[in-house]
């Protein structure tokens, strides 16, 4: 691991030398994208004897040879000619620009990547370096990346329980910087013994992810390209598209995702008297349950269209999704009812870099046609009541769900226990029935039972800091919904 934080040290040095230049995290991370996946290509030719899907007026090579004011403009030539046409190569070059203006800090990087050998690097250091970069991305808070990425020790702690097994095709339809598909990855690699075949299909067929954002999409392919997946060159497991569109026309085992938190799906455009505008748009599929413009409802009745019969899923959703009346209730009912709705792990706040969310993680499993309700049990697991985590001081540890995975447990879900008692008040873990939940006004499932003792303690005040953030945080949150009020206003 020596060799990991060597790296990651000159890397962060020369990424604050850029950032004093004017560039992003997001910029630099971009950049060394690029250069990287250049490098390594040429690494793969020169190595280990693979033919490249590079052409050799665009290659490492072609880089290294030039300097000055001809390195620039030759570096702009190779990011417009590979982000044309289909593939894997195209998807990280789509729509690229250089935005290292100074070819002389152009030229340092380049030397700076050249003199490692990076196909020698364990893969998960590899992998490792880039996902420091995207975190260290994520923390820039201007450039508003924070909001596709999800804590990592969240993220291991859903794919633990889910327990993704060889052969089985796992899908994230908002799929950011690939957390969810290479932590998938990762656990069927080291929990498995795999076979031949099972090494293939891990690696080029197991992985699809759905990404709307260009940028993102290519930090999404590079950090499964330094992991091997969809390295030779073929096509993409990144698809750049509104996954919410359409029906995919594939289905899966498994879909794990963090759709993003924003409310309202909507459309730009420019009026008659030029004037740029724009509305909340309703999602109309025929797959889907309910028409409406609420973004995390249709990822839910999206995640289920595109899960196999009994096929799996883990959805991280905001709150009002558990609460929201009219098309929210319609689908909280249709969900019970048809699918197996059997495990609710809400959220603490302050884990997000999206500040103001309060958010829980859904789990349910796709089921065919019943006359009764899928639904027998909610159990219901509470990481929020009297917990305080921030992003800086007191940040989310995989130990603080170390209780979540035990209770939920995996090996055998349908055997469970519930720590809440009445004799143990302040239990985390608890069910409730179908019935229980059917007569709830709304179907609502945002349910809460542990006495909050900020609230009623006084004397036990959190910090100031503590508090100052969980104000800014309902503030955001609440400015959030009157958001959603005036946009449904003016729908009206």
């Known amino acids: 691991m020596n060799e990991s934080a060597t790296i990651v040290q000159r890397l962060w040095n020369y ?36 033919t490249s899907a590079i052409p050799a007026e665009c290659n490492w090579a072609s880089l290294r040879r030039r300097s000055g004011d001809e390195l620039e403009a030759h570096y702009r030539h190779i990011l417009t000619s590979l982000g044309l046409g289909s593939g894997l190569i195209p998807v990280i070059f789509r729509k690229a620009q250089n935005r290292i203006q100074d070819p002389a800090k152009l030229e340092r990087l380049i030397e700076l990547i050249d003199g490692e050998t990076w196909i020698g690097l364990d893969i998960d250091v590899k992998g490792e370096i880039y996902e420091g970069l995207l975190e260290k991305n994520a923390q820039d808070t201007k450039s508003g990346a924070g909001q596709y990425f999800t804590p990592r020790p969240l993220i291991q702690a859903i794919v633990e329980v889910m327990h993704p097994a060889p052969g089985q095709t796992i899908c994230d339809p908002a799929c950011g910087t690939g957390g969810f598909l290479l932590a998938a990855h990762d656990y069927t690699a080291r929990n498995h013994p795999l076979d031949q075949d099972q090494w293939q299909h891990l690696y080029h067929k197991a992985l699809h ?3 709307i954002v260009d940028n993102t999409a290519r930090l999404c392919v590079m950090n499964l390209y330094l992991r091997g997946i969809g390295a030779n060159g073929g096509s993409s497991p990144i698809h750049v598209a509104d996954s919410l569109a359409a029906h995919p026309g594939q289905y899966f085992d498994m879909v794990l995702t963090n759709p993003p938190f924003g409310k309202k799906s909507s459309i730009t455009f420019v009026t008659d008297t030029g004037e740029t505008r724009r509305e909340a748009q309703n999602i109309v599929r025929d797959d889907f349950w309910v028409s409406t413009s609420n973004k995390q409802l249709n990822f839910v009745q999206h995640v289920r269209s595109i899960l196999e019969q009994h096929g799996r899923a883990a959805v991280v959703v905001p709150d009002n999704v558990l609460f929201e009346g009219g098309a929210g209730e319609t689908l909280r009912r249709r969900l019970l009812n048809e699918c197996d709705v059997h495990t609710l792990l809400r959220l603490p706040t302050g884990i997000f870099y999206a500040q103001g969310v309060k958010a829980n993680v859904i789990f349910f499993d796709r089921k065919p046609a019943s006359e009764t309700p899928w639904t027998r049990q909610l159990w219901i697991y509470d990481l929020r009541t009297n917990q305080n985590f921030t992003l800086k001081t ?26 809440w008692s009445e004799d143990n008040p302040q239990g985390r873990w608890r069910s409730y029935s179908y019935e229980e939940l059917a007569v709830r006004d709304k179907a609502n499932l945002d349910i809460f039972w542990l006495r909050d003792e900020s609230i009623e303690d006084s004397a036990n005040l959190p910090d100031p800091d503590t508090l100052a953030r969980e104000i800014m945080e309902e503030l955001e949150a609440a400015l959030e919904q009157f958001k959603g009020l005036v946009e449904e206003l003016g729908e009206g």
């Not at 007191?394 to 720590?419: G, I, K, W």
């Open 394 to 419: 007191n940040t989310l540890d995989r130990a603080d769900l170390d209780e979540f995975v035990a209770c939920y447990n995996p090996a055998n879900r349908h055997d469970r226990q519930p720590t």
């Open 209 to 211: 992810g759905w990404e």
């Open 15 to 50: 990424c604050n030398v850029l950032r004093d230049d004017g560039m992003s995290y997001g910029d630099y991370v971009e950049q060394l994208t690029y250069l990287l996946f250049l490098k390594m290509d040429d690494e793969n030719v020169q190595a280990l004897g693979k």
